[in-house]
């Protein structure tokens, strides 16, 4: 028998986590510099679309904006904890050496890192998930890029 709260659940909606659940973790993955908080944090946003779901005109922008906010908020909190000698979990894997040059990013120039080159988004939708200008993004990212390319050649 099936479950009764998933077949409550719009088809689209369904149809949109299997889609976009393994990007989204690895968004927020990248985003919250390794956090393994950001499966949950992934899965938070995608509860926060389900409730507004009627009214979502564009899911993948506004789950993708969700994302971003959600790690935006997780990384401000982490900041506090360690600010407050709050022990903060790390994790290893396969692409450690480039999380690692990430994670050393301020949060701004770290989300127009991911959302372009890991998510692939032109610039003007990295302004619009971001909330500021196109010319802020095209900067950022300018900067962000020559940084990067310093710490790498070292």
């Given at each position: 028998?099936?479950?009764p709260?998933?077949?409550?659940?719009?088809?689209?909606?369904?149809?949109?986590?299997?889609?976009?659940?393994?990007?989204?973790?690895?968004?927020?993955?990248?985003l919250t510099?390794?956090?393994?908080?950001?499966?949950?944090?992934?899965?938070?946003?995608?509860?926060?679309?389900?409730?507004?779901w009627?009214?979502?005109?564009?899911?993948?922008p506004?789950?993708?904006?969700a994302?971003?906010?959600?790690?935006?908020?997780?990384?401000?909190?982490r900041?506090?904890?360690?600010?407050?000698?709050?022990?903060?979990?790390?994790?290893?894997?396969?692409d450690v050496?480039?999380?690692?040059?990430?994670?050393?990013?301020?949060?701004r120039?770290?989300?127009?890192?991911?959302?372009r080159y890991?998510?692939d988004?032109?610039?003007?939708?990295?302004a619009?998930?971001l909330g500021?200008?196109?010319?802020?993004?095209?900067?950022?990212l300018?900067?962000?890029?020559?940084?990067l390319r310093?710490?790498?050649?070292?």
């Amino acid at each position: 028998m099936a479950d009764p709260v998933v077949e409550a659940w719009p088809e689209e909606f369904v149809e949109l986590y299997r889609a976009r659940r393994t990007s989204m973790v690895r968004l927020a993955y990248l985003l919250t510099a390794g956090d393994p908080a950001a499966e949950e944090l992934v899965q938070e946003a995608f509860l926060r679309v389900r409730s507004h779901w009627s009214e979502v005109a564009q899911p993948v922008p506004y789950l993708r904006t969700a994302v971003v906010n959600a790690c935006r908020n997780q990384t401000r909190r982490r900041g506090i904890e360690r600010r407050h000698d709050v022990p903060v979990e790390t994790t290893e894997g396969p692409d450690v050496a480039v999380r690692m040059v990430i994670a050393r990013l301020p949060e701004r120039q770290r989300a127009v890192v991911v959302l372009r080159y890991f998510e692939d988004l032109p610039e003007a939708e990295i302004a619009a998930v971001l909330g500021c200008s196109l010319s802020a993004v095209k900067s950022l990212l300018h900067r962000t890029v020559r940084e990067l390319r310093e710490v790498i050649e070292r």
